[in-house]
Every structure is written in C-alpha cells, then in structure tokens.
C-alpha cells in the first residue's frame, strides 16, 4: 500500500514530503500511521473490501482504540470500495480510502468525499470462496450448531467434504476472523452474527434453479399445506423456505408466495400432482432445485410441514418479494438470537 502517502497528500492538498508515516509499532496496532496536516490517521489495509474483511478492521480498531489519542482517525485503505462496503462504512461511521481514487474521511474539522472513480483492480485474482456452495456447507453447520465446537476432520465428515477442501476453508475463515480454534484445535463462530452477515452479503438466490409458476389456492397458507401433504404423500423430498417458511416459524405477515425446495429435479408428473402451471407473470409458486443439498441440513418438521432451518430461511429471504425484509428481521430476532445488540 505504497500508494497511501500520496493519495491522502493529494487530498489534503500538500506536498507528499509533508506526509509522514509510522511504521507498525509491536503486534497489536494500525498496519501503519500517517501523520500530516495535524491530522493522525490509524491504516488498516485490506485486500478486498469484502464484509469480512472490514469486520476485522472494525474488530482491530476497537481493540487499539484505547492505545491512541481520541483525535486519531481510523482508516481503512482497500483497492476499490463498492456499494456493500461503503454502507458498511458508513453504518460503523468508518473512513475510507480506495485505490481507484474515491474516498470517504470524515473527522473533526475534516470532510473527504470521492467517488464515481472505476476498479482499477477487476483483474485481482480472488481467495477461496468460503461462501460458495458446498463450501458453505462448513459455515452453515457453524452457525446451526453454534453452541458446539468440532475439529476439522468432524466438520468434514458431517458436511460430506473432503479433508482437503475442508482444510482449504477452514484456514481462509479463521485468516478473516470469522472463526476461532482453541488449543485443542475446535472451532467455533468468532462472532456468529458477523459470520451471518458476512455470508448474507455474498448469498444470491438467483443462482438456484427457480421454476416459477401458478397452483390454484386461496391463500398461501392452504398452498402451503397442500403441497407439503402431496409431496411427503409422494416421498419426494422437499424443505419450505422464504416467506412459507418463516410463517411457519414465526406466524409473521401472511403470504401469497410459497417457495419449496426440492431434492431433485421434478419431473413432470410432480406438475401434474402439484396441478403447476408454469408461469412467471403472477407466479405464487417457486419450486427450486438447489445449487447445493446442503441447503436441507437443519431442516425440521412444524406442523406436519418440512421447513429448512432459520439459517436458510433469512438467507433465501433476500431474493424473496413481499414483507421479506420484515419477515427476515423477525427471523433473526427470534429464531437465531446469539446476543445481537442491535
């Protein structure tokens, strides 16, 4: 990050000799400091601006916050901030730095605002996805056993993954602090909301196979009922999930749409027993294929009606119309509270 001297020299408009740098200073601090302008920034950079990333840094200021001045600035100095992350940085009143030119700083007697500048850096080769299908498996497992710790080779055998990629994963979410080992080599969430929400930010429901259509109904609910009693009747394996799944949890917002999970692919005779009529316009019906199996672990039966776990269920809601963003927030309030403040 050789580049920061002279990024924050032109900002703040002065020669890049007025700009001076602190080199880190024992193992817990800033990556370095710049002092200029009678400004002190505190530099934290980062590879990506990813959620996960910025939630070390957010971690890392708040551990060194005490060892500073009131008036040091932190600052977070990544290649290229996208919306995600700035909205990240601004729900956390974080300041920022990219290399692509924008910026936004903002402290006492101070305010720097840039943006609208490209990724000079779209080439940047990317690390393990740790929330890529079957590798998501680890985190989700996590999550829905957060109580518990496991060792990696459990981990592997639970989630069906190789030991190798399980190892691969497992290193990549601890580098990002979004998990611990103890001393006997267990691992647990580090923060579990963190992990959530660092999972959230990259899950797109899209890229299951949604078919998407119309079943003769008066309510979501009775839908719901019949469709859960045809499949089981049938033994084709099936989860509710979305908004149909979070009613069944929560009793939050009736619904039109019904979304289910399907083990396999269906054929046309589950249309017929399901009298689906495929359709877009005025569907109130998604039957999805996953991208991955693991979608189903936790999943558990209310009321007759096999449902995917809470964990999935939030997930999925972000690409779901209707009251998804309430029923989501009522989700995560009473299905997976681990202490969230806020």
């Known amino acids: 990050m050789a580049e920061v001297p002279g990024i924050l020299a032109n900002f703040l408009e002065l020669p890049e000799n007025d700009v001076n740098v602190v080199p880190q200073q024992g193992k817990i601090g800033p990556d370095f400091s710049v002092k200029a302008s009678g400004y002190h920034f505190l530099v934290e950079c980062k590879g990506t601006a990813a959620r996960a990333p910025l939630l070390m840094s957010l971690r890392q200021f708040s551990e060194i916050k005490d060892s500073f001045k009131k008036e040091a600035i932190p600052l977070i100095v990544v290649p290229y901030m996208g919306k995600s992350g700035m909205d990240f940085c601004q729900e956390h009143d974080l300041s920022w730095v ?13 305010l720097i605002h840039v943006e609208g500048r490209k990724n000079r850096f779209k080439s940047v080769g990317r690390p393990a996805n740790v929330f890529a299908p079957k590798s998501a498996r680890i985190v989700r497992l996590l999550l829905i056993e957060s109580g518990k710790a496991y060792n990696q080779r459990e981990i592997s055998q639970i989630t069906g993954l190789d030991e190798g990629h399980t190892s691969r994963i497992v290193r990549r979410l601890e580098e990002i602090n979004l998990i611990d080992r103890d001393e006997q080599g267990y691992l647990r969430p580090s923060d579990p909301n963190q992990l959530l929400d660092a999972w959230l930010e990259t899950y797109d429901f899209s890229r299951h196979q949604i078919i998407k259509g119309h079943v003769a109904a008066r309510s979501g609910e009775e839908l719901l009922k019949r469709m859960s009693q045809i499949l089981a009747e049938h ?3 099936y989860a509710a999930t979305g908004l149909a799944g979070a009613w069944q949890y929560t009793h ?3 619904f039109r749409l019904t979304t289910l999970f399907l083990a396999d692919p269906p054929r046309k005779n589950i249309f017929d027993l399901l009298h689906f009529r495929e359709d877009d316009r005025g569907a109130n019906t998604w039957l999805v294929v996953p991208n991955d199996k693991g979608v189903f672990y936790g999943s558990s039966s209310h009321n007759n009606i096999v449902c995917v776990h809470p964990v999935q269920i939030y997930l999925d809601l972000k690409g779901h119309p209707e009251r998804s963003k309430e029923a989501a927030a009522i989700i995560r309030q009473e299905s997976l509270n681990w202490g969230r403040d806020d």
């Open 235 to 237: 033994k084709i394996d």
């Open 98 to 110: 990219d290399l692509s030119g924008n910026a936004h700083i903002k402290a006492p007697r101070l």
């Open 252 to 254: 939050f917002a009736m």
